[in-house]
């Protein structure tokens, strides 16, 4: 069956994260590419969040993440798309902003990406958390989503239920 991605719990689930973090006094970031930001709009979503939003960094192209700090050889070895870069940019933002928390997230959405068409698979997502100094990486495959929207929800939603287990 396939799964549903639903706006209000995704914005409900992150309302729960933003307070967990809040409590437990844990700081978080992110560098987001196929995601745009959206993550980190929805920690914000909470009232207090400036306590433990650090910063994050919208890297879209291969080269924003390389000026953020990624490491090229990662990315020229494994592509822009794979666990090993969702690794640095988790590492990497979380270095940056001094974070308890980095999440790094990169993949194709709904088209090839034609700057990188050889690794660009529509629906395949590489993320990674970096937690006080260990790193967790994972592969998704998303169904089709009928909006650019929806996947950064659905990408959203796959990356609180893997960091809420960590926590």
């Known amino acids: 069956m396939e799964k549903r991605y639903i706006e209000s719990e995704i914005r409900n689930d992150y309302k729960r994260l933003t307070e967990l973090l809040i409590e437990k006094k844990l700081t978080i970031t992110t560098m987001e590419s196929c995601t745009s930001g959206q993550i980190a709009s929805l920690i914000t979503d909470t009232e207090g ?3 433990v939003l650090k910063g994050a960094f919208i890297t879209y192209s ?3 993440k390389v000026m953020q700090g990624v490491p090229e ?5 494994y592509s822009v798309y794979s666990k090993e870069t969702a690794s640095a ?3 990497t933002c979380a270095t ?3 974070a308890n928390i980095g999440i790094g997230v990169t993949g194709t959405m709904a088209n090839v990406d034609e700057a990188n ?3 660009s698979t529509p629906g395949q997502v590489y993320f990674a958390m970096w937690i006080n100094g260990k ?6 495959e998303l169904a089709p989503q009928p909006t650019r929207f929806m996947y ?3 990408v959203a939603k796959e990356v609180y239920d893997a960091v809420i287990k960590l926590l």
Do not use: C, G, R, T
């Not at 050889?73 to 070895?77: A, F, L, M, V």
């Not at 790193?135 to 998704?140: F, G, I, K, T």
């Open 49 to 51: 969040a400036s306590a």
């Open 62 to 64: 291969n080269e924003a």
């Open 73 to 77: 050889e990662i990315i020229n070895q």
């Open 89 to 91: 940019m988790a590492k």
């Open 96 to 98: 940056a902003y001094h």
């Open 117 to 119: 068409a050889e690794n």
């Open 135 to 140: 790193v967790q990486a994972y592969e998704l």
């Open 152 to 154: 950064k929800l659905a």
